[in-house]
């Protein structure tokens, strides 16, 4: 199976914390979220404010999958960009490698032509630390050895009625 | 695929519930949702039709018991059963670490069952994915209802391959069986994720 386990160490991390707040201070953009294509957030940066950051992954992951797919049915290969306007608030969305995309949000303080200008710079930035990520093992220091789980340890629990 | 995050200290993996169309998949996701304290899960979202079918997936993150420190989170998907979605439904198989094959156990319900099954096999070849090597399990829904077919025939119909896997009978609408193959499939998925690093892939259910 061509699985493509990802792993973040805490180097990583925070080179791609560094390229993000980077990206937010140049292109005057709220929000900046790196997702992987499967719909998982992989690393966020911005302002500490009520987000639901898991869901806008997963839609984000959905919608750049499926506008991809309709790229295919054109003869192109993939759309890079997909941008959505509201009144308030914008997402910019742009392909960092074949693994992940880059989802930013703003507002009228700065244009879509800036935060896409700067995506570009950052998706580079990013899909090299990411291919450098993936040159490393994945599991070290505590989960390096074999995982146990209790036989009969639930995973989840129902709230009592 | 599972994703390890040093720096917030998390697992995340992905489980999409699998199905012909109006099988109960939506369903267990609601009940798991109604069912698990606050703190355990996000909110679910559902892009469904006017008529409550879904139209591309709903989506759930739960997070459950910590491993060495981590916290090991998983996001529950459903795709859309019907024929004519198929684009979509090979789009959320995309990462895919589990999978819960959710079948009607009605009698006039088995023909969409097969081709579901057949067509999830596809749909994981496309991307390289064999259900041979990936964790799953089968949950035999609507167990209350009066025509449903006996387990025995669901499991020749299902359950047949070399390697028998995990099954549940369930009626997802009142919680029954739903816990119980949540709790299999995501346990199978982290200790084969963690087996597969080591070089020994076995089945751990």
């Known amino acids: 199976m061509k699985m493509h386990d990802v792993a973040i160490h805490e180097d990583a991390a925070l080179q791609i914390h560094e390229v993000l707040m980077h990206f937010l201070g140049e292109s005057g953009a709220v929000d900046a979220l790196l997702i992987d294509r499967s719909g998982q957030l992989l690393a966020r940066g911005g302002p500490d404010r009520a987000l639901d950051t898991v869901s806008l992954s997963a839609l984000a992951a959905g919608a750049f999958s499926s506008t991809a797919a309709m790229a295919r049915l054109l003869g192109e290969p993939?759309?890079?960009?997909?941008?959505?306007?509201?009144?308030?608030?914008?997402?910019?969305?742009?392909?960092?490698?074949?693994h992940a995309i880059l989802l930013a949000t703003f507002d009228e303080r700065t244009t879509v032509g800036m935060v896409r200008l700067f995506a570009k710079d950052a998706s580079r930035a990013i899909g090299a630390?990411?291919?450098?990520?993936?040159?490393?093992?994945?599991?070290?220091?505590?989960?390096?050895?074999?995982?146990?789980?209790?036989?009969?340890q639930p995973m989840f629990r129902e709230r009592s009625a | 695929m599972s994703i390890i995050n040093y720096a917030n200290k998390e697992i995340s993996f992905k489980i999409v519930y699998y199905g012909a169309g109006v099988v109960g998949k939506?369903?267990?996701?609601?009940?798991?949702?109604?069912?698990?304290?606050?703190?355990?899960?996000?909110?679910?979202?559902?892009?469904?039709?006017?008529?409550?079918?879904?139209?591309?997936?709903?989506?759930?993150?739960?997070?459950?018991?910590?491993?060495?420190?981590?916290?090991?989170?998983?996001?529950?998907?459903t795709v859309p059963g019907q024929v004519y979605y198929n684009m979509t439904r090979k789009l959320v198989l995309r990462g895919v670490d589990g999978i819960v094959f959710v079948a009607d156990s009605q009698w006039d319900r088995q023909h969409d069952n097969v081709?579901?099954?057949?067509?999830?096999?596809?749909?994981?070849?496309?991307?390289?994915?064999?259900?041979?090597?990936?964790?799953?399990?089968?949950?035999?829904?609507?167990?209350?209802?009066?025509?449903a077919a006996p387990v025995p025939y669901l499991e020749f119909l299902l359950n047949r391959r070399a390697r028998r896997v995990p099954v549940f009978e369930a009626v997802a609408v009142d919680g029954t069986g739903v816990f119980d193959t949540l709790n299999t499939v995501s346990r199978m998925v982290l200790l084969s994720g963690f087996a597969q690093e080591q070089g020994a892939r076995h089945e751990n259910a």
Do not use: W
């Open chain 2, 115 to 147: 081709e579901s099954f057949r067509n999830l096999c596809e749909n994981l070849g496309e991307y390289d994915y064999n259900l041979d090597e990936t964790p799953y399990v089968i949950q035999y829904n609507k167990r209350d209802l009066p025509n």
């Open chain 1, 129 to 152: 630390v990411l291919a450098g990520s993936r040159q490393r093992p994945h599991r070290i220091d505590e989960l390096a050895g074999p995982l146990t789980i209790a036989p009969g």
């Open chain 2, 26 to 77: 939506t369903a267990n996701l609601q009940y798991i949702h109604r069912c698990l304290p606050n703190e355990n899960r996000g909110n679910l979202i559902s892009l469904a039709t006017g008529d409550e079918r879904t139209l591309f997936f709903d989506f759930l993150p739960v997070s459950a018991l910590s491993v060495k420190n981590f916290t090991a989170k998983f996001q529950l998907y």
């Open chain 1, 78 to 98: 993939e759309f890079t960009m997909l941008f959505h306007e509201g009144i308030r608030e914008n997402i910019h969305v742009t392909a960092v490698d074949e």
